[in-house]
Every structure is written in C-alpha cells, then in structure tokens.
C-alpha cells in the first residue's frame, strides 16, 4: 500500500514538529514518521527549564507531547513505525520512504530523526570503514556480488538490510552480537549470536573474530544496529555529510534537492531551541519547493 502527502518528515521531536507547524498552517498535507511518543532525544529529559515561555521546570515527554498534541490540532498526520529506508521515485520526482509494509511518497522529505549512527567499540571497525565495513546494503551491495558478507544488528533494520544484501551475496550471515533476535527471521538465513570481538585484515575486512576464538571469513561487514535514524538515511540517498553531521544551507537544504534536514543530525547547539528554529526553517523551505515543483 502506498500513502501520499506533499511533506513527508521522519522524526517527531522538536525539529520534526516544529517543521510539521511551519508546512501545516502553509496548507500542505504533512506526514510525520516516528518510532512513537517518548522515544526522541527530548522525551528522555527529566526536565526542561531553559526554554522561553517555561514558568516552571517541564518534564520533556510532557513537552514532547504538548508539541505533538497542536501539530495535530492543525492536521498534521503522525504515524507510529520504524523507517527502513528513503530512496527515490521511479520516476525520480521525489521520494519513497519504506516503513515495514507501507511505503509512503513525497515530493520532499525532512530529516529529523537524530543525530549520529549508531556503533560499537569493537576492535577493527572504526578503521575499517570504507574498507569492508558499511552503513548502507543499498548503496554498497553491488560491490559484494557472489561474496561473502555479514550484517551486524539483531532489528528489523538489521534484517532489512540483509533482505537487501542477499540477492548479492554468496553467503549472508546476520550477527546479533550477543542480542536477542528482535525480528522474525526467513529459515534460509544464516545468524550467529555470539558475541563479536573483532574485525580482521589489514587493509581490508577478511574476517569476523568471535567469543569463541572461532573466525568468520567474510569481505565486508555491513552496520545496522538499532533503527535507520537520519544520518544513515542521508547516507542512503546521497547527502553529504561532515563526519555524523548532515551537511545544509541556510535554508536547511541538503545537496540532494527536495531533501532538508533539521535538528541533532544538523550538528551544533543541541538544545530543543536550535531544534525548533531548524525545523521552522525547513519546513518553510519545504513548502517553497513543493509549490515550485507544482508550477513546473
């Protein structure tokens, strides 16, 4: 089943439903994808009590809801569900965003789901990115056809990124490090629950060493822990980063058009303040260029 709107947003914290308000009262149909109530940066505060117009401390959920309550007062759409990946249109006039067994399709998106990718201290995999070890199946499976490859994660994110990698691979392992499967798995795929200690070659992945002592040959080593959050999905699409920061303009426009970012991802001050400017200015950029396309 695939669900329109004219701005799609991935993230309800304050970037997100700051840049929902802006589009909202703008007239144009909004989307806003997350992972649910309590689950943003904001949410997880005991209490807020630098913010303008906060007589008395606030608890951030309690924020976080109140934000979400007047985007919803206006129309905003919020949807509960775990985005899996953003990719282009066939036609490539905007965007496809995967969430499970819907996909949803805009002519701009906004990223607003957090900052950095998620990653672990294991030895050999901060040195062995670009080299083996990747954060994208979708960008990257191409370079491993017929070889040997392993997908790190115990989610559904995890398994999305190895549905992608199969039809690729010669041999397809998904290492749950330790965690406990959080997703149902096809019978054919291979998972190995042992705990990785390291990442083996010199100038290349050739292996995965486990608890056991045991060794895993593979070629490449592919990262998907916890869920998609924005950097990992600019990285799918094309945008240029600074390290874990999305790179934008002034306007909050990345190198991909259609595409902002706004919030944590953006790097910076990261106070709920930075956050609702950000996504007050993407979403006004957002209606901008959905009106330019409509008169086209």
Do not use: W
Not at 280 to 291: D, E, H, N
Request: net charge negative; with cysteine; aromatic share 6%.
């Amino acid at each position: 089943m695939t669900q329109t709107t004219d701005v799609l947003i991935i993230g309800a914290g304050p970037a997100g439903v700051s840049a929902a308000l802006y589009a909202r009262r703008s007239g144009l149909a909004v989307t806003v994808l997350s992972k649910g109530p309590g689950t943003s940066n904001l949410a997880r505060a005991e209490l807020i009590e630098n913010y303008y117009g906060l007589a008395a401390p606030i608890r951030g959920a309690e924020l976080e809801q109140r934000g979400i309550a007047g985007a919803e007062r206006l129309g905003v759409q919020f949807v509960t569900a775990e985005v899996m990946g953003l990719t282009f249109k066939d036609t490539m006039d905007g965007f496809r965003v995967e969430v499970g067994g819907a996909l949803y399709e805009a002519p701009t998106v906004i990223l607003a789901a957090g900052a950095a990718r998620v990653t672990l201290p294991i030895e050999g995999l901060a040195r062995l990115e670009g080299h083996g070890v990747s954060y994208c199946a979708i960008c990257d499976a191409f370079f491993y056809r017929g070889k040997n490859v392993a997908v790190l994660g115990a989610g559904a994110y995890a398994l999305h990124e190895a549905e992608v990698l199969r039809p690729h691979a010669a041999n397809l392992t998904l290492l749950t490090n330790g965690q406990a499967l959080e997703a149902a798995l096809p019978e054919t795929m291979q998972v190995n629950t042992q705990k990785v200690e390291a990442l083996l070659g010199q100038e290349r992945v050739e292996g995965v060493r486990l608890a056991d002592g045991t060794t895993l040959p593979v070629d490449g080593v592919f990262v998907a822990l916890g869920t998609a959050g924005s950097t990992a999905l600019a990285r799918k699409i094309g945008a240029l980063l600074d390290g874990n920061v999305i790179k934008v303009d002034a306007d909050m426009a990345t190198n991909v058009p259609g595409l902002f970012a706004a919030g944590d991802n953006t790097g910076g001050l990261l106070q709920v303040s930075k956050a609702v400017y950000e996504g007050a200015q993407a979403g006004l950029s957002a209606v901008k260029y959905v009106r330019q396309q409509k008169e086209r």
